[in-house]
Nanobody
Framework: QVRLVESGGGLVQPGGSLRLSCATSGFTFSDYVMSWYRQAPGKERELVASIISGGRITNLADSVKGRFIISRDNAKNTLYLQMTSLKPEDTAVYYC???????????WGQGTQVTVSS
């Protein structure tokens, strides 16, 4: 019943931009801490950014600071990641995650591929 569906990934040139979306259903989106993670081939999954229910960004990886913006639209139950000035090292599968207020429940999307290459 719970669904988190990422979209917006693709192939872009270095310096380009992409906007990822995570459409959700089956849980109270507005109450959940939402995050974007990414995982590059051969590497551990890493936290990119987090945003609490009220819209304050609570985490932002140093590697993306100044380039990525996380946002949410509670009316649409949707999480976004605006990525600019993309670098080859941003290449990864990007995952959407929701965490319940208790921290007991963590829901993950299936991921969307972002490839940055000339």
């Amino acid at each position: 019943q719970v669904r988190l569906v990422e979209s917006g990934g693709g192939l872009v040139q270095p310096g380009g931009s992409l906007r990822l979306s995570c459409a959700t259903s089956g849980f109270t989106f507005s109450d959940y801490v939402m995050s974007w993670y990414r995982q590059a081939p051969g590497k551990e999954r890493e936290l990119v950014a987090s945003i609490i229910s009220g819209g304050r960004i609570t985490n932002l990886a140093d590697s993306v600071k100044g380039r990525f913006i996380i946002s949410r639209d509670n009316a649409k139950n949707t999480l976004y990641l605006q990525m600019t000035s993309l670098k080859p090292e941003d290449t990864a599968v990007y995952y959407c995650k929701g965490r319940s207020p208790s921290g007991i429940y963590n829901y993950w999307g299936q991921g969307t591929q972002v490839t940055v290459s000339s």
